[in-house]
């Protein structure tokens, strides 16, 4: 939205001063979050090669869930999501696989 701004200069004698336009403010409103991952696939992705798939799916998607992250590959690579990585379990462990 624009708004004109317009003033009289008695000392030249004249009605008017030039326009000048000012842009106003938007809200503030936030951005809209980034899109959320498909934790069921990227899950199902990383734990493909695992012994044991349906406890490994279920501790990644409770990781993904609150990271929303999960790291490429089926190992490794901690690096991309250090949330994910850093979540331990009671007994110090690595929650997520």
């Not at 008017?16 to 959320?36: F, G, Q, R």
């Not at 799916?57 to 609150?66: L, N, P, Q």
Request: proline share 11%; with cysteine; charged share 20%.
């Amino acid at each position: 939205m624009k708004k004109n701004v317009s003033c009289h200069d008695e000392q030249l004698g004249s009605n008017s001063c030039p326009v000048i336009e000012l842009n106003s403010v938007k809200d503030n409103a936030p951005s809209p979050p980034p899109p959320k991952i498909d934790c069921d696939a990227a899950c199902s992705a990383r734990c493909r090669l695992s012994s044991r798939p349906h406890l490994c799916k279920r501790a990644c998607g409770t990781c993904c869930e609150r990271c929303d992250c999960v790291p490429p590959g089926t190992s490794g690579n901690y690096d991309v999501c250090p949330c994910y990585a850093n979540m331990t379990t009671h007994g110090g462990r690595h929650k997520c696989p």
